[in-house]
């Protein structure tokens, strides 16, 4: 077991890096970027100062002449340097660190990163690491719920299905989980605004945010059932969008135990079915789903729910690295892809030594990686 965690946590550090470096090379030829950012918004000033001017009954001759309007020279082929000076194109690359060659940028990132030094936004003017302190525990509070309830309801339907294998219930009950399969998380969430938060019907649940703004000087037992009142829509449309997979994984796994020898030999042995079913065919059938609850969890927290934040406009890790991807701030976007890959990475270690824990007979010494 020691070997096989060992060649595990050495394989993570070439994984890792290789993550980061794609990543980074992929920023490096997408369009746009910081500095096309900053211009974009001098442009949009110089845009609005005109249209005032305009406005209030001034003359305006050929346009606005702000960045990108006019002019040559500027820049080093940014969109929007022209008519600016060359020596501010090269104060804002410095401001930024592109000033250097990518490689080296490169290099100092993954140097900071692995004493976890994660620098400050560009354009928010805070420290990585107390940014995503703040967003995290919006995301931890979707992604525990959403995850503790597709398991509360995904287990017992899967096996409910799986002893029903056939029947009218679970005729029924696969028609239910198809349509959750099918309906996207977002979509889900659209609706149940529509219909229950004063979209068209009824004006039952809160649109946005995590709590009400006078949440401070409610009682605790008041700003529990705010908490609960708010996060009512989010986590059901992330529950429907992600029961679907593990109730057929744990039907399908119910399944192919339930049809083997041992289970036979159980039943000729006079052990009742309730006996069999959670004395013997449980512990076997949920190795897979149980090992499975790390990736489940890190996917909920961290991919699941960006849109759902978007929408309920909550103010979570999703909802940070859609502004900062938007904005192309590159210390979050970059931070935060390695923090999660790193957990991921992790995550997918204890999700195998779980493996373990439920099934002792699993030797992980024999194994390869």
């Known amino acids: 077991m020691g070997a096989y965690v060992v060649r595990r946590l050495l394989l993570l550090v ?26 974009a918004q001098l ?3 110089a845009v609005d100062a005109t249209a005032r001017v305009a406005g209030g009954g001034g003359e305006t001759v050929g346009g606005p002449s702000g960045p990108g309007t006019s002019g040559a020279g500027g820049g080093k082929s940014y969109r929007g340097s022209q008519g600016l000076d060359p020596a501010f194109i090269r104060q804002l690359e410095e401001q930024f660190g592109l000033d250097q060659p990518a490689w080296k940028r490169f290099g100092i990132m993954m140097g900071n990163y692995l004493r976890f030094d994660f620098g400050k936004s560009w354009f928010k003017d805070r420290s990585v690491v107390s940014l995503v302190a703040e967003k995290l525990p919006v995301s931890i509070s979707l992604g525990v719920w959403t995850t503790l309830l597709v398991y509360l309801i995904s287990i017992p339907l899967g096996i409910a299905k799986a002893v029903r294998d056939g029947s ?29 938060a004063g979209g068209r019907y009824f004006d039952w649940f809160p649109l ?24 009512v829509l989010p986590i059901t449309s992330m529950v429907i969008g992600g029961f679907a997979s593990l109730t057929i994984l744990t039907k399908n796994s119910f ?39 790390p990736a489940a969890f890190i996917g909920v927290l961290f991919t699941g729910a960006l849109l759902i934040e978007v929408i309920f406009s909550l ?31 992790l995550l997918g270690l204890v999700g195998d030594l779980t ?8 030797d992980f010494e024999s194994r390869e990686v």
């Open 208 to 231: 946005r945010g995590l709590v009400s703004e006078n949440w401070e000087m409610l009682s605790w037992p008041a700003r529990i059932a705010d908490y609960l009142w708010h996060m």
């Open 255 to 293: 399944l192919e135990e339930i049809h083997k020898q041992y289970v036979t030999t159980a039943r000729a042995k006079g052990l009742g079915e309730r006996g069999v079913l959670y004395g013997h065919v449980f512990r076997n059938a949920m190795l897979i789903v149980i090992a499975g609850f």
């Open 14 to 39: 070439p994984t890792l890096f290789a993550i980061m470096l794609v990543n980074f090379a992929v920023v490096q030829i997408v369009p746009g970027g910081p500095v096309e950012r900053v211009l």
């Open 168 to 196: 009218r219930f679970d005729v029924w009950t696969s028609g239910v989980v198809i349509a959750g399969n099918a309906i996207p998380s977002f979509l889900f969430a659209i609706l149940l605004i529509v219909l229950f």
């Open 355 to 362: 493996y373990m824990f439920v099934d002792p007979r699993i």
């Open 315 to 345: 103010d979570g890790l999703g909802l940070l690295g859609f502004e900062a991807a938007i904005n192309r701030d590159y210390p979050i976007m970059f931070a935060t892809l390695y923090v999660f890959t790193l957990m991921g990475l």
């Open 43 to 45: 442009d949009q000033t």
